[in-house]
């Protein structure tokens, strides 16, 4: 089953040409209970100038909260899905393992950190603002309400990562036919990390909840993601997370060299695990046939916060202009950190042809053989003088022929380097 339209990411937004798939199953929108909760917090200075007291002030962030949770995905018109809120939920750390965290409460990478003797998990961020709290409460509120639509979970020691990343996995392993085997699952977060779950061949795609594009990321959006920002090449999206057991996770605290596990969210861990009962209730809503989202509940957040003269706490349309902005910047950027070997004029001269991919590519093997030449025909002449010392004919002999096929051929290479980007200059 083809879960994605055939487009070209370097020229194409996902979102742009993206259609849910909404027969006979639609879509499954998995979403990020404390994201969520910071992209209202961005609203929460304005709603505190309009709220008549506090009351009134959480009934505008429940407004915000119905209003996100029903609109969707905001980068694609609106479409039926079924909202599934996961949330993280620490645990009270034992006395063994109370210097894992400051507080006293944390995740299980908090403890297994512990144990490896490594910095503290997510150590070393700051205070979370002064109206969160009443917006998680805001939120919990609407969502656990009686006869809410929208289902929730949460587990303790557990991140919403962990339960994104088993969604995922009972996506994957979900026969085709079924109803969780032909769904698409929409994964609406800004965490990064949540890309390497994406999987083409299962329908899983990420939506940025932020307003950085592409807003909508298949596999090869999420592998030139990590060549532009952090020049990494990988060629599947659970690369990200081999990477980073190389790189470390500057925002978890995490260090270069940290295990694997600490980053997979692709993998079950292998000691903190799901019992059967999580997974059939998980189960129960990835296989669910109604829809969440309700238009009722939309169209009222709407008035009422209208009411208050608030903006929609939803990212605006992308601009024409911001679009050809952003694929001009990622094609030079791309093309840069594609060839770590391409440097200097070269370099200049490489990117200047890159709008012609043929010419670009061709461009850049010239480019590099020139190094590769200039670099042998260095060690050759420092052998020379080797010889010269020893007083060696026959290796003088040799290297001198070798010397002269080898500049030979540079000049050769130089020339076609010349004609190709237009210019005499060495």
Not at 131 to 146: S, T, V
Not at 154 to 167: L, N, S, T, V
Not at 220 to 234: A, Q, S
Request: with cysteine; hydrophobic share 35%; proline share 4%.
């Amino acid at each position: 089953m083809n879960y994605l339209p055939d487009y070209d990411y370097t020229t194409t937004l996902l979102e742009d040409v993206f259609e849910p798939i909404l027969d006979p199953y639609c879509p499954v929108v998995v979403i990020d209970f404390k994201v969520y909760a910071h992209s209202i917090n961005k609203y929460s200075e304005i709603a505190l100038e309009v709220a008549k007291d506090e009351e009134d002030l959480k009934n505008i962030f429940k407004a915000m909260w119905a209003y996100k949770l029903n609109r969707g995905p905001d980068m694609l018109p609106k479409f039926p899905f079924i909202g599934f809120v996961v949330d993280d939920l620490k645990g009270e750390l034992t006395a063994e393992f109370s210097e894992a965290s400051e507080s006293g409460y944390g995740y299980w990478r908090h403890i297994e950190a512990h144990k490896l003797n490594l910095a503290e998990y997510k150590g070393g961020r700051g205070e979370k603002p002064e109206l969160f709290g009443l917006i998680e409460q805001a939120g919990y509120e609407y969502i656990k309400a009686k006869g809410s639509t929208f289902a929730y979970f949460a587990k303790e020691f557990f991140e919403a990562d962990d339960i994104a990343g088993h969604i995922c996995r009972l996506r994957r392993g979900a026969k085709e036919g079924t109803t969780l085997g032909n769904r698409q699952i929409i994964l609406s977060t800004v965490d990064g990390d949540w890309q390497g779950l994406v999987s083409d061949s299962h329908g899983i795609v990420w939506a940025n909840t932020g307003p950085w594009l592409p807003r909508m990321r298949a596999e090869k959006e999420v592998c030139d993601y990590y060549l532009r920002k952090d020049k990494l090449i990988i060629d599947s999206a659970y690369g990200c997370y081999t990477v980073k057991e190389q790189v470390g996770d500057a925002g978890d605290n995490l260090a270069p060299g940290t295990p694997l596990r600490f980053f997979d969210l692709y993998n079950e861990d292998s000691t903190w695990r799901f019992t059967e009962q999580d997974t059939e209730t998980i189960s129960q809503v990835l296989n669910s046939s109604t829809s969440s989202n309700r238009e009722d509940h939309l169209l009222s957040a709407t008035r009422f916060l209208s009411s208050k003269g608030l903006f929609m706490p939803e990212v605006g349309e992308t601009r024409p202009e911001e679009k050809e902005s952003f694929m001009a910047k990622a094609k030079k950027i791309r093309a840069e950190n594609a060839n770590p070997g391409l440097k200097g004029r070269k370099k200049t001269l490489c990117l200047g042809v890159a709008d012609q991919a043929k010419t670009f590519d061709k461009c850049v093997e010239l480019a590099l053989q020139q190094e590769q030449l200039k670099q042998e025909i260095k060690d050759h002449t420092e052998q020379v003088t080797k010889c010269k010392e020893e007083e060696d004919k026959k290796c003088l002999k040799n290297l001198r022929l070798t010397l002269k096929s080898l500049k030979e051929l540079r000049d050769s290479v130089v020339n076609d380097f010349k004609r190709l980007v237009g210019t005499l200059d060495d």
